[in-house]
């Protein structure tokens, strides 16, 4: 079986933590992602709801038992169509 590449992946459901951030409100939010557009994620965090630009982000996941950082422009994607370039 072959490993699929972090930012090829379904992240809604994922836990997630902000490293970098062009916006100082948002530098290490934690929380899981409950939502995914072609621009923004919605992740739920201890403290509500948050929307923020993929863009201007550095994220970082557990994925496979790995810690990994992904620049958000790298996942500036409609999610369907990130998915999509797997295959």
Excluded: N, W
Aim: charged residues 25%; positive net charge.
């Amino acid at each position: 079986m072959h490993a699929i590449p972090l930012s090829k992946d379904e992240l809604i459901g994922k836990q997630v933590s902000i490293t970098d951030c062009r916006d100082p409100g948002f530098q290490h939010v934690m929380g899981i992602i409950i939502d995914e557009t072609k621009h923004m994620f919605v992740i739920k965090t201890a403290q509500g709801m948050k929307h923020i630009a993929k863009d201007i982000a550095t994220f970082q996941f557990e994925y496979q038992g790995i810690i990994t950082q992904v620049r958000g422009s790298t996942l500036c994607y409609r999610p369907e169509d990130r998915i999509k370039k797997t295959r």
